[in-house]
């Protein structure tokens, strides 16, 4: 099982591979994030690391999921729509009207 710690970068590794995947290159992903090329696959080569298995079969052109990505891939995107539904509820209840009201 992971410590704290550790899950704190798993989850940012994973949104990350999410970009990845979605992308299609490091190269995208890295602008889209705003990190470098280099960073973004310091990242997956982590995760890959951390889950003692290999995610994507990467080659000069192409990025191809392994099974394991494949199960990944759907768990990523869960925990991007989850984080985005998270800020969109705060937002929401953070710009309702509250308090009281004189008339």
Do not use: W
């Not at 994973?14 to 992903?29: H, I, P, Q, Y």
């Not at 696959?41 to 494949?70: H, M, V």
């Amino acid at each position: 099982m992971f410590i704290k710690s550790e899950q704190k970068k798993l989850a940012y590794q994973m949104l990350v591979f999410d970009e990845v995947v979605n992308k299609g290159s490091f190269t995208l992903a890295a602008h889209s994030l705003g990190h470098t090329k280099s960073a973004v696959s310091l990242y997956i080569t982590q995760l890959e690391t951390a889950l003692d298995t290999r995610l994507l079969t990467r080659s000069t052109r192409t990025l191809n999921l392994t099974p394991s990505g494949e199960l990944l891939v759907k768990r990523s995107e869960q925990l991007v729509n989850l984080l985005s539904d998270t800020l969109q509820d705060l937002d929401t209840y953070n710009n309702e009207p509250a308090g009281r009201i004189a008339i």
